[in-house]
């Protein structure tokens, strides 16, 4: 408000000259240091306000991840809004806490600023821009210092408004979020050291309350028992929805269950029969509705997909265990694990990437199983370890992990690999719910009933003609290669590498930003041309701003000439013209400038025209301006260093902090099983703080340099009013007001522009963050070569082969053969090293990726749902009617399971968590029959399923993709037997393609030793 009382006062001192030279001086000293206070309050401010910001975004991020990492499993919100709260939600509430003051702030400046107009004008400062016409030169640029103060409080109201705004969504899910109570912990402790496991008459469901028990019977709304239903089972820390509708059944039903000390326990059941919900209920996950449920001792588990975490591979087993060297070996050798640390220099102590993506299925799983075995607990929970490991391996695990490393110990398993079940103490065989059928391997084949007829048709697969003659046929080639073929298995999958650290440092450039960066943006922002229009449009548009303020000034000095002008000149000109010509040029001004301060071009330029403009003082006043310039840009220069690495520091620390909360969310189960809650919140606590230091480093850099812009701008300031004060008639007397009241905007706009050029420049960063990072389907291999990147072994060596349109072609080898590289390098998820590939004659390096891989579709291994509907899911463009989709979901076996669904096709899928792993597969595989591709890739895509199910998809398989190119990918050697051509692979090389038939007969087969491994394992 300085300038409010200081301006119109040194004005009149200048024009009148009648009071004594020291008190002119102390006017301008006086505006000096109320410019300084100002700056150093509103500095003070914003430190303020940013250090509450980041403190409440900490407090508020603590407290959500512990909150987060107290459930077992999140039944009340789905993943993607558990990521969207802490990636997005907790930015809105820190912006609301930022900025929520600046509401008051501009309430108060608005308040006084038009206290002051009206102290100065009188009413008449609130009357329309008519008024302007009747107002003094002196008034006119008085008020405009004040209609200043008005414009920062006008230009800071968007932002409180846009802050408080955004938090409102926030601020709910902040409440939905922390209010709901994780599932009461009904686990009770057995005392009996004889039994391990007791289940009594225990009823479950992922939600709290079902309406269909009444008096302890249960019975759904519309009359039917839960065995008219098939709800979809969700795999272990799956989020469950909670607006199913009243027909939601519990997951399990009256189960009995008394497991003993030290006995194997076996689980098997069709697809979404209850088997991982059943340890989800041991693990305390669900909610007990009846009955009662009690272990003894410690757990310990292995979830169905595999959990990995971002470190190296010693770092996942032991999981934060001491390290014991003999032990720690012992678990090497009967989890399979040692051929594969044997190729790498650091051995186990090579990193593995974020979530095992440089791993195969079957060595994150065995990684994941050997967690479990070192950590030596007294109950041991396997949900189908075996399903993502080849026959000879699952053999090896079996024999010498699960009955020799875990015997004396409590063992549930749930498998799909039925041929394991005659080993086990006890067999249960789940159906919708509830335990079908119960005894022993000898007990149940005798009953003749479900499980009996499961083991028949497993045994007739081994039996038939194929597969018998081609285990004699194969005997004498399996002695001679098995030391080569079925005894090795390939080391460390195709993306492990020769250095340490298989997830490399992210890349963090030094010192200023490099022109291509700017040249990437510049082209990806229309090129060249078009930024020199946006530049040129922006000159004009400042140009034309500054000239209204030349004009009004010019007006401002004839303005006594217009009010002497005869009569005739007022009978002659309307009133409308002149008030909307004075008027025009108000609202123009009023129009422009609060745009400008938002962009850093328009501000340099608006700095600029107002040194030129205020030169016409003097031309020292120009000199000094250019003096100031150079001193500003050089300490931008030193600043700007410093204010890269702190975003870049930032961008760089964000990154670990966002992978261990994703980390922590898909592993919620295991984190609980093996005690290391304070674990993981300690290390959050410590990469949010290392987050904090760098942005409150970047934050109060650009506030120290704001600040010390400010007060040169200030010294600007002064000279500006020396030079009114002195030149008593060298400048009329409006170009005198106007240049004080522009250099008074100039000292925010300047550092405004500084400061905001600095932004932009560190948001650059994340640009170059960015610049590191068909017809017939006939698909050929000229001698190819991929590595996944510089430092890494080669993976697919020297591939020469062609796949004919409309061919199936199975894909088989060891775990890490490369199997899976062959489907990254169709996608050109990763470039070749070496050779190409063509499709129907054409280079796919020549292709666009979105026109190479909108040809393709993928069933992949780890199945990927997105958030949204069913019908979405499996159409997200919208392609297909309803009827073409139940269509395919019929011919997947997904219809029953769905019409039963309270909506149907649109019912939500939340990213797939509230299905089990084996009805996402079907889901994937629906959606790839609605895409119509040329060409399919199948990755592992039924070894979640049992076996009968798997031999109906197959068949819809063959039906469904007969006119396209299709690739299957598979352990079970029983998949790919009825592909036109079989392609063997081991370390990244062909090692056999042809017919199934032909492989079968040649002498020293590798295929014919996996299968004759197969057939030997399934007739046992």
Known sequence: MGEMLVIPKLLEYSEEQSGSIAYGIGLCFALFFTECLKSMGLCSFWVLNQRTGVRFRTAIFSFAFERLIQFKSLTHITVGEAISFFTRDINYLFEAVYNGPLALLSCLLLLASSIASC????????????????????????????????????????????????????????????????PDFYVQTLKDPSKTLVMEEATLSWRKTCPGIVNGALELENGHTPEALTQPQPPLGAFKPEDKGDGWAPELHKINLVVSKGTMLGVCGKMGSGKSSLLSAILGEMHLLEGSVGVHGSLAYVPQQAWIIAGSIRENILLGSQYDEARYLRVLHCCSLHRDLEILPFGDMTEIGERGLNLSGGQKQRISLARAVYSDHELYLLDDPLSAVDVHVGKHIFEECIKKALRGKTVVLVTHQL?????????ILLEDGKICEKGTHSELIQNQGQYAQL????????????????????????????????????????????????????????????????????????????????FLLSVVMIFLVMFSMWWLSHWLEQGSGVFRCPMSF??????????????????????????????VL??????????????VLSPYILLMGIVLLTVCLIYCRVLKRANNLFRRLGNYSRSPLFSHILTSLHGLSSIHVYGKTEDFINEFKWLTDTENNYLLMFLFSTRWMSLRLELMTNLMTLVVAFFILFSISSAPYSYKAMAISLVLRLASMFQGAARIGLDTEGYFTAMERMLQYLKHGEITFQDYQMKYRDNTPIILNGLSLTIHGQEVVGIVGRTGSGKSSLGVALFRLVEPARGRILIDGVDICSLGLE??????????????????????????????TDEQIWDVLERTF????????????????????????????LLCIARALLCSSKIIVIDEATASIDLEADALIQHTIREGFRSCTVLVIAHRISTVLNCDRILVMDKGKVVEFDRPEVLQKKPGSVFAALLASASSSLSQ
């Not at 102290?119 to 210092?145: D, H, K, R, S």
């Not at 103060?149 to 800071?156: A, H, N, R, Y």
């Not at 891989?853 to 899911?873: A, C, E, H, Y």
């Open 119 to 182: 102290l100065t004008l009188g009413p008449t400062a609130l009357i329309a821009t008519l008024c302007y016409l009747l107002i003094l030169p002196l008034e006119v640029f008085t008020t405009l210092a004040t209609l200043n103060s008005m414009q920062l409080s006008v230009f800071l109201a968007p932002f409180a408004i846009k802050g408080l705004t955004n938090s409102k969504p926030a601020a709910e899910r902040f409440k939905k979020f922390f209010l709901q109570e994780s």
């Open 419 to 427: 041929q394991y079940l005659e080993f086990c103490d006890q067999i």
């Open 455 to 534: 083991i028949r048709k497993m045994k007739a697969e081994a039996t038939q003609g194929t597969l018998l003659g081609v285990a004699k046929a194969a005997e004498e080639s399996q002695v001679e290669g098995q030391a080569q073929t079925t005894c090795q298995e390939e080391p460390l999958n195709e993306n492990a590498g020769l250095e340490n650290q298989l997830t490399r440092k992210e890349k963090m450039e030094e010192g200023s930003l490099k022109w291509s960066v700017y040249h990437h943006y510049i082209q990806a922002a229309g090129g060249y041309l078009v930024s020199a229009m946006v």
């Open 570 to 599: 007022f009978d002659t000109t309307p009133i409308g013209r002149l008030l909307n010509c004075f008027s025009g040029d108000l609202d123009e001004l009023d129009q422009f400038l609060p745009t400008v301060a938002e962009q």
């Open 602 to 615: 328009l501000l340099l330029l608006v700095v600029v025209f107002i040194l030129l403009m205020i030169s």
């Open 851 to 880: 026109d190479l891989r909108s040809k393709f579709s993928i069933i992949p291994q780890d199945p990927v749902l997105l958030p949204g509907t069913i019908r979405f899911n499996l159409d997200p463009f919208d392609r297909c």
């Open 894 to 921: 997904l219809s029953s399971m769905i019409s039963k669904l309270p909506q149907g096709l649109q019912a939500e899928v939340e990213n797939g968590a509230n299905f089990s792993v084996g009805e996402r597969q």
